[in-house]
C-alpha cells in the first residue's frame, strides 16, 4: 500500500484512535499566562474597544515538542510578519514521519482565522478541496479558541498556555455523530534548535 493510500487510515489513526480522549488538564485550566497586558476577550465577556490582533499570539514564536503517545509532534512558529504568522507541524513515530501540518493565523478583515492543511512528506495534500478554517471565536490571556464553521475536522482548536515555555493544543474531532474526541499535546519550548539536532 503507497503512502497516498494509507493517508485515510493514518489521518483517522492520528485523530481519533492513536490519542486518547482527554480533556485539557487541570493544570492548564487553572494556569494563568504570563502576559498581564493581554486584556481578556471572548463571546461571553465581550470588549468591543479592543479587537485581537496578531500580537496576541506572538508568544509562539519559536520551536516546540510534545509527546503524542508513542509518536513525536514538533511545532516551529516564525514571529508575526505582516498580517499573518506561519506554523509547521510534524508527527513522527518510530523513525518515520506520519503527516507534515502547514498553519497560518491571519489577520483578516473580520477576525484572525487559523489555515491548516495536512501534506505527505512529498508535500501532496491529503485535503483535496483547500485548506481548513477556522475562526478566533474567543480569547483572553491563557487560551483561544477557534471554530470551524462549516463542520470540517477538526472542528474545534484550543491553545491554552500554561506558562511561557508549556502550551496544551486541543483539537476537537467528531466522528459519526459521537461526542467529540480531544487530541490534546502539550508542548514544551525548545531553547535551541541547533544543538539539539546536533546531539
Known sequence: ???????????????LCAAQ?????????????????????????PDPAVKPNLGDFAW?????QGSWGPRTAQQIWLPPKGDAIVGVFQASEN?????????????????IELH????TTSLVPWEKSG??????????PRSAVFENAVGAQPQRQTLTRVDQD??????EIASGGSDPQ?????????????ASHRR
Open 166 to 171: 508549556t502550551y496544551v493544543s486541543g483539537s
Open 1 to 15: 500500500m503507497t503512502f497516498r493510500e494509507m493517508a485515510p487510515l493514518v489521518l483517522s489513526l492520528l485523530f
Open 116 to 119: 491548516l492543511r495536512h501534506f
Open 60 to 64: 509562539l514564536a519559536g520551536r516546540w
Open 21 to 45: 480522549p482527554n480533556r485539557v488538564p487541570q493544570q492548564a485550566t487553572d494556569a494563568r499566562a504570563t502576559s498581564p497586558s493581554q486584556t481578556t476577550r471572548s463571546s461571553a465577556n
Open 95 to 111: 523513525g518515520r514521519t506520519l503527516v507534515i501540518e502547514l498553519y497560518s493565523l491571519v489577520q483578516a478583515p473580520d477576525g
Open 131 to 140: 485548506d481548513i478554517v477556522l475562526h478566533l471565536s474567543s480569547l483572553d
Open 182 to 194: 480531544i487530541v490534546s499535546i502539550t508542548y514544551h519550548r525548545q531553547r535551541d534548535l541547533v
